[in-house]
Structure formats: C-alpha cells, structure tokens
C-alpha cells in the first residue's frame, strides 16, 4: 500500500466516521451551563464580570512580567540560574513563527521563518503561500533584512546558518502548489539572494543548514516519492555549489532528518527519526570523510524516539534532544563512537526541540504545558544534573531554536499565539546563564 | 438531513455572508461552525462524546469574548485544538496514577481504519486530523500543534507509516 493510498483511505474514513455528528447543534439554551445562566442572570453575570476582572487582572500581570525577566534557579550549578527574558519581536513577529536563529555573537543574530503572503487572517484551510522572511539582532533589537532576488517563489525557511555577518545560508522550501522543491538563500553582507539548489525527484524539503566555514555546509531534510515513504535528503556545498548527497535510508520505513551540525569542514553529524513497522530508534547519520554512515544509538524502552536538534561543539562531541512518546523530553549524547541515552523530563506533554552548546555546555530548549491552556518554553542545561525548568511567565506556542554566541548568552526563537486571535507572531528570548 | 463532513464545508460557511462574516453573530456561528468543530475534535480525541463536550466548552468560553474575536473560524478551531491538547495533557497525568486498562471509548465499526486511527500517539492522531480532516498546509498544522515545521511533518508521516503498516498487516 502506497502513501497515497493511506491518504486517501483516511480521508474516506474521516468522510465516513464523522458523518454521524448531524448539522444541526442542539439549541444554544440547552446547553447546561448556559441553562444555569439563563436560570441566575443576576449570579451569572456578577460572576461574569467576576472572571473577566480577573482575566484583565492576569492579562495585565501577565503582560507587565513580559516585559521583564523570568529567572528559574538551576540546581546543581552552584547556585546559579537561567534567565529568560523576552526581547523585542522581529518583522517576523507581524504574522510568523521564528523557525531558526544563527547567532555570529551576542549582538548579531539572524533569524529565519515564514509568514503568509496572503492576508494575514487565516483563510479558510489556511494560508498555502508563504514568504520566506529572515531578521537581524544587532543588540538593539530584531529588523528586517533585504531581501534580494530570490526568484518570485513562495517559500518557507525552516533553518540558517551564519559564518559571519557576511555570510550566511538559510534553507527552507517553496509553498504553494505542486511538488516542493529545496530553497536555499545566501546573505553576502548586504541582502539574501537565491542561491541554486539540486533537487531528487519527488517533494524535497530542507529542514536545517550548518555551515562550518565559508566552503562547506550541509542541509538536511528529507524527499518524499511519490507513492512511496519518506527518505533522508542531504545537500552538500563545498564552496562553489550545492549537490545532492543523501545519506542511505532503509527501503522500509519513513526517514526523517531534522538538524544536523557541523563542528568541522568535512565532519557533521544528523539526526532526525525513523519509523518502521518495528520500534526503532531515530535517526543518526555522521558524515565524514565525505559520506554518510548509520550510527546506532541505544534503542530506548520508551515508543516513539524522536530527535530534533543536535549541536556538536567539536567534532565526536554531540548532544541531541528531541521526545519520546507520549511527549516526554529526551536527551542523547554522542562521545567518540558511544551514543547514551536519558529520558530528561517526566512533564507530561514536554517537548525538547532544539539544543545549542559551547565546550562541556549546552543549553536546550523546547515548550511544556502550563496549567490547563497553552505552553511555556522549558530550558535545561546539558550535562543535566536536575529536570528542565520552565519560563512561567512567557506564554509561547513553539519554541523552535536556539543559538549560543557565548558561553552565557543565548537567544532562543519561536512562536507566540497573539490574545484572542490565531494569528502568530514571533517571540524572542533572551537567555542568560549564570551559572558558574 | 444533508451531512457534509470535508473541511471544505468551512467553505461554504464563509460564502453564507453575515452568518460568517467578522460582525457574525454567536447564534449563526454556532448553528454553522458547531459541527465542523464536533467533527475536528472527534477526529482528534477519538470519541464523540469528549469531542461534543470540548465544543460545547469553546462556545461557552467564546461567548463572553465574541465581540473581540476578529476571525471566528480561525478562533474558534485554534480553541478546540488548544482544548483537546489539554484534555490530552490531564489524560497523560491520569493515567500516569491508574492502573493500566484500555480507554472505554466508542469506535464505530463501520470503518477498520478508526480504531487503529486512535490509537495512535495524540500528536500523532492530532496532526493527521488537522492535516487531512482540516486540509490544513504543513505550517499551518505546525502554528496549531505548536511544534517546528519539521516535527509536524515527522509527526504526519509517522502517522501515515503507522496506518500503512496497520493496513498491510
């Protein structure tokens, strides 16, 4: 059985299933808490003006604390902290989500991610076109960068690279109708231009760039047939042009890389998940010496491993975070050929997505529920020595990336859903570590 | 009693003028939008009657707020979203201090596709509903799960490989 059989087959069991909800709602005064209401008019409304007094009231608390800081004490550091402070939004932030960031210091950074090219309200299945969009953290804030040629197409950026403040990669995919294709986006200093890209035949999709120096980088991805599972897609650039070099994939099963991390020109290592008819452990794949190799990586009791973030700060040193099922952070660390593995949070519906690290150091951050609505982003220091600890008091809806320029100074990106609407923008942090 | 159930019926909804306009009212947009959302949440919790209750909440909860919703469509399908994942999120802290046991949960016998549908993992179950119910794009499944384009799609083709693994078995 295909792909596209599967997909067809679950829309006509969708079709099929649902149609036994009828059209018509029962009558708005019968449900029973509106019956209440309508029974105590009086109760009901004094307790109305009580609950949304009280909304304005945390509206109000909670907007003043995001202007500020939210500090959460790491145990086991000596007493020292993580402070995670929101900055000011970037253009992203208008209707976007902040997909990734690549910090050239503590004062430029350049993030990337997409937003609609229609209007912004959501239509009704949702936009289809989107506008790669990229913003630059001088220090003073988040701006637009210029946008050069980058050939008219609707596109989405899902990762970036920055080598220095003259040059970066961005990669993402175009949006819209038929098959997508790579993109990949230079900045020389003065704006991104499109820069040619291979693709396989299929849907290609680029997930993530890194860069080690001005002549060599690796985007991955992934490529779906047409028909048929999905595989690893990788690209590599060795200074003049980008070519495909995918790591080997299994016939059955669908591959996946998510981020891949380059400490050195000629060394990377990937990660992303792999699903099979058997439980399986993610995806691992290490690039050296000019091609892809499988690494094994303890298979974990739990179901469902899937990584989605690696930094390597030098070559067989690697930290990978992503979650196991049913959402729980996880953590693996790569040390010379050994991959160990630990499940880093019992949060129920705690996500680690991206992971950012110096010498003997990461940081990684991902979201967590809080309460009964929305999420918050959860932060660990790596070696973990206590769980992850959660930003109470910045309310996100992803948090996508982080990048360390410093030992003690990182900026995270992500998305942010914006009061009562659904329109997003993008939230930025801030992240300062104190510990010694 | 005419029965639509593709997401398109959104569509339909909108060309209904007023009843889906900014300035609707909350009567018209509950007679319309009740069943689409019924149907979103069933195909995403797996059981009808959490999934009439989930509505029946967002409504509840919109209510008070509608004159400052701008897009109720948009608005009130993020809310059901928000409302099943946390729904999912008290079920994972349940069962995590119960015995274990299989979910009583009502599964129509009219399709062998649905009760493997449900057991998949939620994020799972909840981005092949946005994705194929809703006929939502991959970011935008992504800005509604609140997770990275990257982890929507793994998350949609995990979900797809368990399907076609459960089917050829």
């Known amino acids: 059985m295909t792909v596209d059989d599967v997909e067809t087959r679950l829309r006509s069991t969708y079709r099929r299933v649902l149609a036994q909800v009828p059209d018509a709602p029962p009558p708005l005064g019968s449900l029973p808490h509106r019956r209440a209401r309508l029974r105590r008019p009086a109760v009901a409304l004094a307790l109305a003006a009580a609950v949304l007094a009280g909304i304005v009231v945390a509206a109000g608390l909670v907007a003043g604390r ?135 035949s299929g849907s290609n999709t680029l997930l993530a760039v890194a860069c080690a120096n001005h002549d060599f980088c690796v985007a991955v991805g992934y490529l779906l047939h ?81 990584l989605a973030g690696i930094a390597c700060p030098a070559k067989e040193d690697c930290t990978a975070v992503g979650t196991v099922d049913p959402a729980h952070g996880l953590t693996e660390h790569y040390d010379h050929g050994t991959w160990t593995g630990q499940q880093a949070s019992d949060r129920a519906g705690a996500n680690l997505e991206a992971v950012a690290c110096h010498p003997h150091r990461c940081v990684a951050v991902g979201t967590t529920p809080y309460g009964t609505r929305g999420q918050r982003p959860l932060l660990q220091v790596l ?11 910045i309310a996100v809806n992803a948090m996508n990336s982080i990048s360390c320029p410093t030992s003690r100074t990182c900026i995270a990106v992500g998305g942010q859903l914006q009061g009562t609407n659904t329109f997003h923008k993008g939230i930025y942090l801030r992240v300062e570590i104190t510990a010694p | 009693m005419a029965v639509g159930v593709r997401a398109d019926e959104w569509d339909a909804d909108s060309d209904a003028g007023s009843a889906m306009s900014v300035t609707g009212s909350f009567e018209s947009t509950y007679r319309s939008l009740w069943a689409p959302l019924v149907r979103l949440a069933w195909a995403m919790t797996g059981s009808r009657a959490v999934a009439e209750d ?65 057991r998949l993992p939620a994020r799972q179950r909840d981005a092949l509903a946005l994705r194929y119910y809703e006929d939502l794009s991959l970011e935008e499944v992504a800005r509604l799960l609140g997770c990275p384009l990257g982890t929507a799609k793994s998350l949609v083709h995990r979900g797809l490989a368990a399907l076609r693994r459960e089917l050829g078995s």
């Open chain 1, 66 to 200: 995001e202007r500020g800081s939210s500090t959460v004490n790491v145990a086991g550091t000596g007493g020292g902290a993580i402070t995670a402070r929101s900055v000011q939004a970037g253009p992203i932030g208008l209707a976007g989500t902040a997909q990734a960031v690549s910090c050239v210091s503590a004062s430029w950074c350049v993030a990337v991610g997409s937003t609609p090219l229609n209007d912004p309200t959501p239509g009704v299945n949702g936009p289809r076109y989107y506008r790669g969009v990229h913003d630059l953290f001088t220090g003073h804030g988040w701006r637009s960068m210029p946008a050069g040629d980058t050939g008219g197409l609707a596109a989405g950026l899902s990762g970036v690279s920055c080598v220095s403040t003259n040059w970066c990669v961005a990669v993402g995919e175009t949006t819209g109708g038929g098959p997508q294709r790579t993109v990949i986006e230079t900045w020389n200093g003065k704006r991104w231009n499109r820069t040619p890209s291979p693709n396989a």
């Open chain 1, 226 to 306: 047409f028909g048929t599972a999905s595989r690893n897609l990788a690209e590599v650039f060795n200074g003049q042009r980008w070519t495909l070099r995918p790591p080997p994939s299994p016939e059955a099963g669908n591959d996946n890389l998510s981020s891949v991390s380059c400490p050195t020109a000629g060394w990377c290592m990937a990660v992303g998940d792999f699903y099979s008819s058997t439980p399986s452990p993610p995806t691992v794949d290490r690039y050296a010496n000019g091609r892809w190799s499988q690494l094994k990586i303890p298979y974990l009791t739990h179901s469902g491993p899937a």
């Open chain 2, 54 to 118: 989930i509505v029946q909440e967002v409504f509840l909860r919109a209510e008070p707020v509608w004159a400052e919703v701008a897009s109720p469509r948009a608005y009130l399908r993020a809310s059901v979203v928000n409302a099943v994942r946390s729904r999912q999120r008290r079920r994972l802290l349940e069962l995590r201090h119960r015995p274990p046991g299989r979910e009583a949960t009502h599964i129509p016998e009219m399709d062998e596709l649905w009760p493997v549908l449900i």
């Open chain 1, 383 to 393: 070696p973990a020595s206590t769980p992850p600890r959660q930003a109470t008091n």
